[in-house]
T-cell receptor, first 116, second 117 residues
């Protein structure tokens, strides 16, 4: 049973437009959410995160929105650039307060293609 | 440069071989992780080392044996692997601290692509 789902395996967007990547989760105990970007032959690179106490976090062209009632988060990239073409993974975790341990659960990824 | 270095990048081995994957982090983190990524599957956590102590073994077969000699180095020793163990093995590190709002992201290496013949 997948606790973190990315239902769109791929997304194509034109340069300059907005890219919206979506992620749904089932575990209400998750309190920390992250997006990673992965280029071929490289490991995932941390992009942006959001804590469950917030509903929005922005970093430059990247904004993550969290809707806890819907158990849904999204990543917005504005404006999209060809260099943004990569696979984007959503991840979630529930922090263990006493140990600080964070067990990340990943989605299967969405391949974003930004065309010039 | 991610701050987490994995070697080798590619490894082909027979089922009777013994090999080791190495990971080194230069970020001053106190926790290190091994993940497995099989084709068309999400990343799966295998092991966690927190302050050099193994705190998680995610039901991984004993043919995978982790070792963490210090907070900067992590090994994954492999022996008598099966063809289904062919996958991308990723190492990650993070800074773990206790308390609320102490979440920190994990940083990944570029992985070792393992093929079992």
């Amino acid at each position: 049973d997948q606790q973190v789902k990315q239902n769109s395996p791929s997304l194509s967007v034109q340069e300059g437009r907005i890219s919206i990547l979506n992620c749904d989760y089932t575990n209400s105990m998750f309190d920390y959410f992250l997006w990673y970007k992965k280029y071929p032959a490289e490991g995932p690179t941390f992009l942006i995160s959001i804590s469950s106490i917030k509903d929005k976090n922005e970093d430059g062209r990247f904004t993550v929105f969290l809707n806890k009632s819907a158990k849904h988060l999204s990543l917005h990239i504005v404006p999209s650039q060809p260099g943004d073409s990569a696979v984007y993974f959503c991840a979630a975790s529930a922090l263990e307060i006493n140990t600080g341990f964070q067990k990340l659960v990943f989605g299967t990824g969405t391949r974003l293609l930004v065309s010039p | 440069e991610t701050g987490v270095t994995q070697t080798p990048r590619h490894l082909v081995m027979g089922m009777t071989n013994k090999k080791s994957l190495k990971c080194e982090q230069h970020l001053g983190h106190n926790a290190m992780y091994w993940y497995k990524q099989s084709a068309k599957k999400p990343l799966e956590l295998m092991f966690v080392y927190n302050f050099k102590e193994q705190t998680e073994n995610n039901s991984v077969p004993s043919r995978f044996s982790p070792e963490c000699p210090n907070s900067s180095h992590l090994f994954l020793h492999l022996h008598t692997l099966q063809p289904e163990d062919s996958a991308l093995y990723l190492c990650a590190s993070s800074q773990i601290s206790t308390g609320f709002n102490s979440n920190q992201p994990q940083h990944f290496g570029d992985g070792t692509r393992l093929s079992i013949l």
